[in-house]
């Protein structure tokens, strides 16, 4: 079965940390990986994606992600956080052969000052 | 550039009324996608078009709820009669897929502000 797991729901951090979100997904031959951010009251937007290539995507914001087949992981870090990056945090994963995304249950991610 | 539209924003009704929620895709986007989302299940995708037809609708959770893509600049999603625990943000997302149902691609996919709605 198609499953995306985020196993923290929060992650509390101070302003200037590294932070890393996991997500790990169920194993399939073929996957496109993808992270979406949801600010308070807003839609999804997208962070950064994996479709092919380089197994190190760089996205939005400082926000890069490492795809690790054999771990079947993609997860999202950030060398040094700001305050603006309060938000939650979707792993979404599309398999092949199919056309929807399956999303994590989210992470939220609080920083502090 | 547009993203997707959606609105009503926020939507506050009693139980028993009909609820339509609109949504507009990007432009030359030919998927559309309806999700919800709430605190205990996340978010759900309730129903999937590909060029205006319903592919996947196994998400739509009874038959008080009902989506239409009359054209491809325009979808609705209803709830009749609407319930306390339709309570919920409603996402509409747009995406572009190339290729055929079978072997195709489906790119990312760009979502609205959301509706939140409130039966009481």
């Known amino acids: 079965a198609q499953s995306v797991t985020q196993l923290d729901s929060q992650v509390p951090v101070f302003e200037e940390a590294p932070v890393e979100l996991r997500c790990n997904y169920s194993s399939s031959v073929s996957v496109y990986l993808f992270w979406y951010v949801q600010y308070p009251n807003q839609g999804l937007q997208l962070l950064l994606k994996?479709?092919?290539?380089?197994?190190l995507v760089k996205g939005i914001n400082g926000f890069e992600a490492e795809f690790n087949k054999s771990q079947t992981s993609f997860h999202l870090r950030k060398p040094s956080v700001h305050i603006s990056d309060t938000a939650e945090y979707f792993c979404?994963?599309?398999?092949?052969?199919?056309?929807?995304?399956?999303f994590g249950k989210g992470t939220m991610l609080l920083v502090s000052p | 550039d547009a993203g997707v539209i959606q609105s009503p924003r926020h939507e506050v009704t009693e139980m028993g009324q009909e609820v339509t929620l609109r949504c507009k895709p990007i432009s030359g986007h030919n998927s559309l996608f309806w999700y919800r989302q709430t605190m205990m299940r996340g978010l759900e995708l309730l129903i999937y078009f590909n060029n205006n037809v319903p592919i996947d609708d196994s998400g739509m959770p009874e038959d008080r709820f009902s989506a239409k893509m009359p054209n491809a600049s325009f979808s609705t999603l209803k709830i009749q009669p609407s319930e306390p625990r339709d309570s919920a943000v409603y996402f509409c997302a747009s995406s572009l897929r190339v290729g055929g149902l079978a072997g195709g691609n489906t790119y990312e996919q760009y979502f609205g502000p959301g509706t939140r709605l409130t039966v009481t």
């Open positions: 979404a994963v599309r398999y092949s052969g199919y056309s929807t995304l399956t």
């Open positions: 994996y479709l092919s290539g380089s197994t």
